[in-house]
């Protein structure tokens, strides 16, 4: 399934109603509108001054039926807002808009108003492969350098997700630089431990783990079988777990921009999926991330 399968595969639903923290950003205005006209979505409530979002809708030729302005005077009021209206369940998807990632984290964490349900929030990039199908990529975005606990939880996340959107018992790459556990790089010590609680049924969800792999003979069954790795995720992985951001995010702008693979980003670990696009992504991008969110709404 590709994300052209997987928009297709909304057609029908119920349509969800998405969140917007401070919504004046022309380009997600627009990704909400083409989701709206998708049916997708059946609402967007936009937390911002109306003026300016009116304005900034306006100059982008994004027409407002199906938006619903809620006033907010500050991106941190906005923030604040778009969390309570989530968490009093007047929406079920949560999306940022132009307003850095602390600021709508801080209120998703908050201890007393927040929304977050899991112990880590996480990061899950969605790639549409060259065959067509997708994949998980996570955390390249967030935890900077996880621990073994950390990273269990951040797996756990992705395991659940990977269920939310139809991978069921996905194949999780633990990814490091070498495929050989080696006491001297912590990473392939946490790749085994995270292999042995895959095989105890230690996440929530099944799943098929095995690590340390090296990302060539994780994605290409021949660079596998080269190496003589006997793997059941070699070359048929769903889910791509890497062990620090720095990896991730070379590895994601690498896919990105020299492979050009279709993207979207999702934020797990909260009472809903967040939608968390930067200003770089392209409209493809955006209007994939609320797809994707739409489709693990129907797979909770």
Known sequence: MGFAE?????KGRSPAVLVLAWGLDGGVLEACRQALDSGFLGEVIVTGPPDEVRQVAQEAGVALDG????DASSPGEGAAEAVRLIREGRGQILMKGHLGTSVILRAVVNKETGIRKEPLLSHITIFELPSGRLVLLTDAAMNIKPD??????IL?????????????????AVLASVETVNPQMQDTLDAAAL??????????KPAIVDGPLAFDNAYSLEAAAHKGIGSPVAGQADIFLVPEITAGNVLY?????VGGLSVAGIVTGAQ???VLTSRADSAASKLNSIAVACLSLEGK
Do not use: E, H
């Open 272 to 274: 809903c999926p967040i």
């Open 148 to 153: 073994l606990t950390q990273k269990a939880q």
């Open 6 to 10: 997987l928009k297709a595969s909304l």
């Open 253 to 257: 702008k690498a896919l990105v921009y």
């Open 156 to 172: 756990d996340n992705a395991i659940k997700f990977a269920w939310s959107i139809g991978l069921a018992n996905p194949k999780v």
């Open 195 to 204: 292999t042995v609680m895959g095989n105890r049924k230690q996440f929530s």
């Open 67 to 70: 938006f619903t302005l809620q």
